[in-house]
């Protein structure tokens, strides 16, 4: 990672579980993550590999009693958020940290106009009147593209990329300093994906927001992100700048993750599929978790676990190879 | 919307027709003869055919059912009670406003006790406070109205004396059977308020106010409770409907004289017509009550007004105009 | 060295290891274990099997006929010999009592066989063809719900007179719109679910659908509704008893057992309580049973 550039957000040694009377899941393994500001970083994987729970961690939004955080720290800007009582909780979210969920259709308030779910959001960080507030809302659907006097319609007047642009208005009212994007675009037809995407991009170059943009999608962390990171079974096995991870991907999961993408320049007969399973998260082996599914294994890869290291400045990857024992292998 | 009510309103003539046929039915199977049950044991044979005649008994059943609806319809004639020879709905209305009081304030009791225990029990879901809630309502929805009557009646009226045992002569003889009604249905509106509270607490847009900085409170008031009571005032309504003529038993038990208790007496009387009229004056009011509830929910929830308004279609159209 | 291990972890692990037989994940076991973890449902569970073992034996337990009138011992107060007392015709209210739990089960599951065979299976046949019968059926129960329940059952009893076929007619009749209304819903739950939808693509006869995938998968939820009905039906048979419409003496069945007692309320207040006491412990058991049911078969509804 580079040292030089101030960051925003600073993940160090997160592990999050769940827990139930019949199991553990461990949903994040100890990851590290480092968020520059006015960064875009785009955080790519399966699904179940612990994406959402991640940024629910850091909203403090994880189910009650289920989820927990079983060590590390989340500094925003120095201080860690894990140690932050509720109500101090209550003053960031919305304001310093905002996000953006996967379904619009389900996010807003059926019964609530637009207007006032906007306006509520600036009510509660502001200082401010109710006329204040809503005025302030139109403009923020002004500022996502709907026709301010719309503020009085309700939900479900409103189509699903409509209300994705309300939900984002929503998150960017206190203007915030770090947006959670959470497959903002899934929901959504690709046409309306894409205007979303695009206006995403304005914004955030706009309002100097950092941004988090959880997908599994690799051609939306092309179109908007600086960095990414790719997660596997609740670990970041790889890091680093678009180019680097796009250009020279280290970790045999993110390899095969690019074959099986589907091009339109080369014809083939069948796309690449990664063998094999996700690891049971609530059963993971002692050893690598990709392991299994991977296609340059060594025999040590079934006896012990890695920790990332850097391959090259900036670059992360989390796997055997790149110890200084792989060579001795076999 | 008016074009929705006058729709219901159409709606509601099948299903009256259906249930004066189901009373007709009832009517016919009756035994006994009316003619000699009105002139009584003493009446010769030519007075009792020529009686037959006159009420149309030797008509075909199609005939009589016409002819019982029309009179429904043009005379609001249910029927003539055997005992008094007065007409069956003027004896049921005084009556049927008397069991109304008793159902508003039981189901206000029950309603406004029901929604309380039901929030408590979702915000503490899982503990024992939430365990105890469930189990102590579901006693009083479990037991027989009657038999929690009987309890309050021993206590409060044999042993304390505070309370009338029976008759609304005074406004505290309105009490006890309120009270009864009300319990009874605590333990549904609990239970709905629980279900639909932690359901909507679980939905997407609670998470979405969460993660906006909204406090707790704020949410469980501002955000949850409004679209958690959506299914809570449909049951109210089914049930405002449905207690005015299931309070037969309690009715009974502390001799209030409703619709409910008109028409037991009546069984025990063997006054066919006022059992079956009243009951059918019954149906007519629940069906029309059952509509007006039906009406007032667009007030509640904004999603079923433009569903209403678009023809009924599931999905609302003005979202798609608006996008274009 | 990445992965953490805690002490709920550990827990769990213990648990697992104490396990003696792998586990099946059959819906019916999976509800049997949830139903197990409640403890007010296995309440209800203990109290419905004793309640059943009385109505079966109850001439060994019962230490009276029922209807036997003893003109030397009338209205005794609880005593060693009478340990419930005696009426007003000098019957024993504890074997009375006794033998009502055996009239009342009985009675009550006659009326919930009835049930399931009228109303519920015009549910399920509604359900099932879905369509025009599916139309008629549920709007004839539309008519029929317009109609108080218990006003219902009344009015039939009024026209057929008082008895035990009469009163499970009634009881019968008046429940058909609820009924077919709840088993179209169980049979639609499962009829919308992917699996019948592909199971009919892959060409199964529908006879082996029904046999196969319909019925074990909405059996839970008729159990349900069974176990729900006949609290139903031994709460509406006692009410409908008490005051004096249904059944008549000298049926020892509870509500006409309270009936009887119903003039001497003041001066012999023991003579309502132990019926009334039966019907509060049974009603409740059945509901604390059938809500246990609900729980473990339908584990979202929590």
């Known amino acids: 990672m580079s040292e030089t550039k101030e960051s925003i957000l600073k993940i160090k040694n997160l592990v999050i579980h769940y827990e139930t009377d019949e199991e553990v899941v461990e949903a994040v393994n100890n990851i590290s993550l480092d968020i520059g500001k006015g960064e875009v970083l785009g955080l790519v994987g399966e699904t179940g590999a612990g994406k959402t729970t991640t940024a629910l961690g850091i909203m403090g939004l994880l189910p009650d009693k289920v989820g927990h955080v079983v060590q590390g720290n989340i500094f925003l800007e120095g201080e860690d958020l894990l140690r932050k009582s509720n109500r101090e909780m209550q003053k960031i979210r919305g304001k310093k940290i905002s996000m953006i969920f996967q379904d619009p259709m ?49 939900p479900h007047q409103f189509s699903g990329g409509m209300k ?103 014809d083939v007969e069948r796309l690449h599929v990664i063998p094999g399973l996700v690891p049971d998260p609530s059963n993971l082996p002692p050893y690598c978790s990709f392991c299994e599914r991977c296609g340059e294994k060594k025999g040590v890869c079934s006896k012990y676990d890695t920790s990332i290291v850097e391959v090259e400045p900036g670059h992360l990857a989390k796997c055997l190879m790149y110890s200084p024992s792989w060579k001795e292998a076999e | 919307m008016a074009k929705y009510v006058i729709k219901r309103l159409l709606l509601l003539i099948p299903i009256l027709l259906g249930v004066s046929a189901i009373i007709f039915v009832l009517k016919t199977l009756t035994p006994g ?12 044979e030519e007075q009792i055919s020529a009686k037959r005649e006159e009420l149309g008994l030797n008509d075909p059943v199609i005939v009589q059912y016409v002819r019982y609806v029309g009179n429904i319809v043009t005379r609001g004639d249910f029927g003539t009670s055997y005992r008094t020879n007065e007409p069956v709905l003027s004896e049921i209305i005084p009556r049927l406003w008397t069991s109304a009081k008793i159902t508003l304030g039981a189901v206000a009791i029950g309603a406004i006790l029901g929604i309380l225990l039901g929030i408590l029990s979702a915000l503490r879901k899982y ?50 059977p309120m009270l009864c009604i009300g319990l009874s249905s605590v333990a549904s509106y609990t239970r709905i308020t629980r279900s639909s509270m932690l359901e909507v607490l679980s939905e997407d847009y609670i998470r979405t106010a969460r993660a906006k900085g909204q406090t707790e409170k704020n949410i469980t008031y501002h955000h949850a409770l409004r679209n958690a009571m959506i299914p809570v005032a449909q049951s109210i309504g089914t049930s405002l409907g449905n207690s005015i003529g299931g309070g ?32 059918l004056v019954i149906a007519i009011v629940l069906t029309v009550i059952n509509l007006l509830v039906d009406l007032s929910f667009i007030l509640i929830d904004p999603r079923l007004k433009s569903t209403i308004i678009s023809g009924g279609a599931s999905k609302p159209k003005k979202a798609k105009v608006a996008e274009a | 060295m990445s992965k953490m291990h805690t002490p709920a972890m550990e827990k769990i692990e213990k648990k697992n290891a104490r396990r003696k037989k792998p586990l099946v994940a059959t819906p019916s076991y999976e509800a049997w274990k949830r139903f197990k973890r409640n403890p007010t449902a296995l309440v209800g569970l203990v109290v419905v099997a004793v309640l059943i073992l009385i109505a079966i034996f109850a001439p060994l337990i019962a230490p009276y006929d029922y209807q036997v009138q003893d003109y030397l011992s009338m209205m005794q107060k609880p005593s060693a010999a009478h340990i419930f007392g005696t009426d007003q015709f000098g019957r024993d209210i504890f074997s009375r009592v006794i033998y009502g739990t055996r009239y009342s089960l009985l009675i009550a599951l006659f009326c919930t066989i009835a049930a399931f065979f009228s109303g519920g299976l015009l549910g399920i046949i509604a359900g099932y063809f879905g369509g025009r019968t599916d139309t008629i059926i549920m709007r004839i129960m539309d008519i029929f719900q317009a109609i108080p329940m ?93 005051i004096g419409v249904g059944l008549s003496a000298p049926t020892p069945e509870w509500g006409l057992i309270l009936n009887d007692g ?21 009603c409740f058991a059945f509901n604390l049973m059938g809500d246990g049911l609900r729980d473990a078969f339908d584990p979202r509804l929590q």
Not at chain 1, 111 to 133: P, R
Not at chain 2, 33 to 44: C, E, M, S, V
Not at chain 3, 267 to 280: D, G, H, L, Q
Request: aromatic content about 6%; overall charge negative; some cysteine.
């Open chain 2, 127 to 176: 503990t024992w406070v939430d365990s105890l809630v469930l189990v102590i309502s579901m006693f009083f929805q479990s037991v027989p109205e009657f038999v929690v009557g009987l309890v309050l009646i021993t206590v409060f009226a044999v042993k304390l004396h505070i309370l009338p045992a029976a008759g609304i002569d005074t406004p505290l003889g309105y009490i006890m």
């Open chain 2, 248 to 279: 037969m038993v309690l009715e009974t038990v502390f001799s209030v004289p409703g619709v409910g208790k008109y028409i037991v007496d009546s069984i025990n009387q063997r006054n066919y017509p006022s059992v079956l009229g009243g009951a």
């Open chain 2, 33 to 44: 003869d009316p003619a000699r049950q009105i002139l009584g044991n003493d009446a010769t």
């Open chain 3, 150 to 242: 218990i006003m219902m059952a009344m009015c039939i009893v009024a026209v057929l007179g008082n008895g035990i076929p009469q009163l499970v007619a009634a009881i019968m009749f008046a429940s058909m719109p609820t009924m077919a209304r709840n088993n179209r819903a169980a049979i639609l739950r499962v009829r919308g679910c992917d699996y019948i939808e592909s199971s009919e693509a892959i060409g199964v006869s529908q006879g082996q659908m029904i046999i196969k995938h319909m019925i074990p998968n909405a059996v839970g939820v008729m159990v349900i509704y069974f176990v729900g009905f006949l609290a139903v039906s031994i709460m509406m048979m006692s009410s409908m008893s008490y």
């Open chain 1, 164 to 266: 994705q642009r309300i939900v984002i208005a929503i998150a960017l009212a206190c203007e915030p300093d770090l947006l959670i994007a959470d497959e903002p675009t899934t929901a959504l037809d690709v046409t309306i994906q894409a205007q979303i995407l695009d206006m995403m991009r304005k914004l955030q170059r706009e309002h100097g927001t950092s941004m988090i943009l959880i997908t599994h999608d690799l051609g939306v962390v092309a179109e908007i992100c600086d960095h990414c990171a790719v997660m596997y079974a609740g670990e970041i096995v790889e890091y680093g700048t678009l180019e680097q991870v796009f250009d020279r991907p280290k970790h045999p999961y993110t390899r095969a993750l690019y074959q099986s993408i589907p091009s339109l320049d080369k």
């Open chain 1, 106 to 154: 389900t996010a807003l308030n059926p019964v609530k106009t637009v207007g006032d779910q906007i306006a509520e959001v600036v009510l509660l960080h502001n200082h401010c009147s109710k006329a204040e507030a809503l005025t302030r809302a139109q403009e923020m659907l002004a500022m996502v593209g709907i026709v301010p006097e719309r503020y009085r319609d309700y």
């Open chain 3, 262 to 282: 119903k003039a001497y309320m003041t001066t012999a207040p023991y003579m309502m309580m132990f019926p009334a006491m039966m019907i509060m412990i049974t």
